[in-house]
């Protein structure tokens, strides 16, 4: 028959999502307005990660600066309040979509 080519040792695999992403079996992927975002389980919170939080029954995105979480509109969420957040996982990645970017071909 023939033996296998020493080729096959060099060859890549290609490039998807999952793969530059290192979406695994508990990354979640969520459609947001401007494209994607992947959630992965939130183990260890460092100041300048974004969470996806749920507070007072609305998930949104929020940025852990100092001892508060600051959301996309400004507001910080600190003090007795954060007993009342729920954090859902820490967004590793936004992906954006490229289709409705407004820009002329």
């Known amino acids: 028959m023939g033996f296998p080519s020493p080729a096959m040792d060099y060859i890549e695999r290609s490039l998807s999502p ?3 992403c290192n979406i695994g079996d508990e990354s979640r992927v969520l459609e947001t307005d401007l ?3 992947v959630i992965e389980p939130a183990s260890k ?3 300048g990660d ?3 939080i749920l507070s007072d029954g609305h998930t949104q995105f929020a940025k ?3 001892g508060a979480l600051i959301t996309d509109d400004g507001e910080a ?3 007795d309040v954060l007993a009342d957040v729920e954090v ?3 967004v590793t ?3 954006n979509r490229a289709l409705d970017d407004g820009c002329p071909f």
């Open 18 to 20: 999952e793969v530059i």
């Open 35 to 37: 494209g994607f975002a």
């Open 50 to 52: 974004v969470f996806l």
């Open 45 to 47: 919170k460092l100041p």
């Open 88 to 90: 859902l996982g820490k």
């Open 93 to 95: 990645f936004f992906i």
């Open 77 to 79: 969420i600190e003090g």
């Open 64 to 66: 852990l600066m100092g």
